[in-house]
């Protein structure tokens, strides 16, 4: 292997930032996730949703539910990221851009929804366009990043 390709391969530069984020979302998740799920199935929210002649939208339970299914798998899928990545998996690229397409069209269809049962909510609030920004700006890096970077090329191979 020539020089060039051999100073490419491994975790730096920018590929040192994508390890950041491959190892700081599980920890992130582990620390809200109880706290997320015990809101939802001991609150308030989640008893008004079951109450015998309740008069919250028929949705919000699949929702809820569809959000807290939505959290586990990408936790179990930011495990298997973590791994790849220190495996040096030839398949992490292809999971880091399917995990960030897939948490954009999730915050579409639940914007969307969310908009649908409170149709006097308006689409896009201060909180709504910074998620917005949180959810879609990062994919636009790091995609490009994962499709384009030799340093990608060269460091997942096995």
């Not at 994508?18 to 308030?44: N, Q, R, S």
């Amino acid at each position: 292997m020539d020089q060039a390709k051999t100073d490419l391969q491994g975790v730096k530069g920018w590929l040192i930032v994508v390890g950041l984020i491959v190892v700081i979302g599980p920890l992130y998740m582990l620390a809200v996730m109880p706290k997320m799920l015990k809101d939802f199935f001991y609150g308030e929210p989640w008893a008004a949703i079951n109450a015998p002649g309740s008069v919250v939208h028929w949705g919000w339970k699949p929702l809820v539910l569809l959000e807290v299914s939505f959290g586990i798998a990408a936790f179990i899928g930011s495990i298997v990221l973590f791994c790849q990545f220190f495996g040096k998996q030839r398949g992490f690229p292809r999971l880091f851009i399917a995990m960030q397409i897939l948490s954009i069209l999730f915050y579409f269809g639940y914007t969307i929804a969310l908009h649908l049962m409170l149709p006097g909510r308006p689409l896009l609030d201060t909180d709504s366009i910074v998620a917005l920004l949180q959810t879609v700006v990062p994919p636009l890096v790091w995609i490009p990043y994962m499709l384009m970077s030799e340093r990608i090329k060269q460091t997942f191979v096995e």
